[in-house]
């Protein structure tokens, strides 16, 4: 579980990073990102029921999400919103996980 500190909460975090966070998009998400004026890394991440109808899948998805961005934790001062889209609904752990890490270390090959 990431802290409460290095996640968005507020309705205005997710709208900031929305509005002047830079998109990179891959096969199973797409991020957002922007700079941070904290020291450290936040993540935010949406689900929604366009990817799956059920709530346990979009809450396996949220979870699998996560635990990849706790293990990845970039060191820029970031903070990052992460979409899913509808190929994550059927996406293995490892696909979530090579494609978020992919636009997480290298955001400058990720399309945008």
Not at 14 to 29: E, I, S, Y
Not at 78 to 87: E, G, L, Q, S
């Amino acid at each position: 579980m990431l802290r409460r500190s290095r996640r968005l909460h507020t309705r205005r975090d997710f709208q900031d990073v929305w509005r002047t966070g830079r998109v990179f998009r891959g096969r199973t998400v797409i991020v957002r990102q922007r700079q941070s004026k904290l020291p450290y890394p936040r993540f935010g991440f949406v689900v929604s029921s366009v990817v799956a109808k059920k709530a346990t899948t979009r809450n396996l998805i949220k979870r699998r999400l996560r635990a990849i961005a706790r293990a990845i934790q970039p060191a820029a001062p970031v903070d990052v919103v992460v979409y899913a889209t509808k190929p994550a609904a059927i996406a293995t752990y490892a696909e979530l996980e090579r494609d978020l890490r992919h636009i997480l270390t290298h955001p400058t090959h990720a399309s945008r």
